[in-house]
Antibody
């Protein structure tokens, strides 16, 4: 069955960096766009980035543009999110999801806390 | 950017009742580009409806979506205890989702 498993979340100081990973199984990873969506605790959802199946096209929300970088390794069925210059506003649960603007499968989420 | 406003904030109904959730867009959107997600406590969101009215795989037929233009609805025809969740609408191409409607079972 389809599985998406995030890892790499944790506690980081303001200005620090973190790299999230998402290991995928159960479908042909290289055929699909993939996305990162985040949820601030107790608040709503924000689509922050996606990447095309062949790595050609990417999107970033204004809130993360210039600080976050999405990438993928189709040989290893893995999705990544490099997060730099983190601020308290980036504290959230980060979900990887299959699709571009329509997420039909989601991971369980990786919590990220930015605090001194 | 399209702003989605959901109402009501919280809906409290008894099992078997009909739930009607609203999602209003700040400008006209294509129906093909409107989705609904369900998020149960402690879980990731799950796709319910895409293209405004198409049920995703495995979604029970008591869930239905409709609407066009700026006004969209998610209807749960016969509320079940397991439908207790927050429901979000989302327009493809925009970063933020609607703020969500919490459905409680009395």
């Amino acid at each position: 069955q389809v599985q998406l498993v995030e890892s790499g979340g944790g506690l980081v100081k303001p200005g620090g960096s973190l790299r999230l990973s998402c290991a995928v199984s159960g479908f042909t990873f290289s055929d699909y766009y993939m996305s990162w969506i985040r949820q601030v605790p107790g608040k709503g959802l924000e689509w922050i980035s996606y990447i095309s199946s062949t790595d050609i096209l990417t999107y970033y929300a204004d809130s993360v543009k210039g600080r976050f970088t999405i990438s993928r390794d189709n040989a290893k069925n893995s999705l990544f999110l490099q997060m730099n210059n983190l601020t308290a506003d980036d504290t959230a649960v980060y979900y990887c999801a299959r699709g571009q603007w329509l997420a039909d499968y989601w991971g369980q989420g990786a919590p990220v806390t930015v605090s001194a | 950017e399209v702003v989605l406003t959901q109402s009501p904030g919280t809906l409290s109904l008894s099992p078997g009742e009909r739930a009607t959730l609203s999602c209003r867009a700040s400008q006209t959107v294509y129906s093909d580009y409107l989705a609904w997600y369900q998020q149960k406590p402690g879980q990731a969101p799950r796709l319910l409806i895409y293209g405004a009215s198409n049920r995703a795989t495995g979604i029970p037929d008591r869930f239905s979506g409709g609407g066009s233009g700026t006004d969209f609805t998610l209807t749960i025809s016969r509320l079940q205890p397991e439908d207790c969740a927050v429901y979000y609408c989302h327009h493809y191409g925009d970063s933020p989702f609607g703020q969500g409607t919490k459905v409680e079972i009395k």
